[in-house]
Each structure stands twice: as structure tokens, then as C-alpha cells.
């Protein structure tokens, strides 16, 4: 079976009072190789989602630096970011810690 593609790993979040996402703490793909942990708000991880970028929950694995222990797809619905599986009219990452 074919591993599952993704261009990012989403590890921590920041939400605001309201619930809507102000930053994530991820990693992303560039290539072959894989970011160290970069900052991404809301609004640059909605553009990139809407480019098609494929984004899921998930720790880096200690040690090695391009395995990751994979959770749930992030999607956007209805203008809300959340997690695979979930209904939300606000943002919701499911599992992710918040930072």
C-alpha cells in the first residue's frame, strides 16, 4: 500500500478567545527534506489549503528527522479549519496541543 502524500505537519496551535486559529507550529515539505518547526498563521494556512496543499496532525518522530507519527487530515469547511471527522463553525484542530 502507497504511503500517504502530505506537504505538512501541523504540531501545536494557537487559538484566539473565540476560537478561531491566530498560529500553527509546523513542518512542511520542501522536496526530498523537511522544515524545522515553522510558524504559520491563519491566513497563509488557508491560502495554502485552498492551493491544494495537503496538511494533517502530527509529531515528528525524536530522532528521525523525516518520519512523523501521522493523526487526522486538516481541511477547510465553510471557512473553518478542523480536523478530519469533525463539524465545527469555528476552528478546530482535534489532538493538536495548543501552545
Avoid: C
Avoid at 9 to 17: C, D, K, N, R, S
Avoid at 69 to 95: F, K, N, P, Y
Amino acid at each position: 500500500m502507497a504511503r500517504a502524500k502530505f506537504d505538512g505537519v501541523i504540531e501545536a496551535v494557537h487559538y484566539t478567545p473565540g476560537g478561531q486559529i491566530i498560529l500553527v507550529r509546523a513542518f512542511e515539505r520542501r522536496g526530498a527534506v523537511w522544515s524545522e518547526r515553522i510558524l504559520i498563521g491563519r491566513n497563509e494556512l488557508v491560502a495554502r489549503l485552498k492551493q491544494g496543499k495537503r496538511f494533517v496532525t502530527g509529531q515528528r518522530k525524536e530522532y528521525l528527522g523525516s518520519s512523523f507519527q501521522i493523526g487526522r487530515a486538516v481541511r477547510l469547511m465553510q471557512g473553518s479549519v478542523v480536523t478530519d471527522g469533525q463539524a465545527s463553525e469555528r476552528d478546530h484542530l482535534d489532538g493538536v496541543p495548543i501552545f
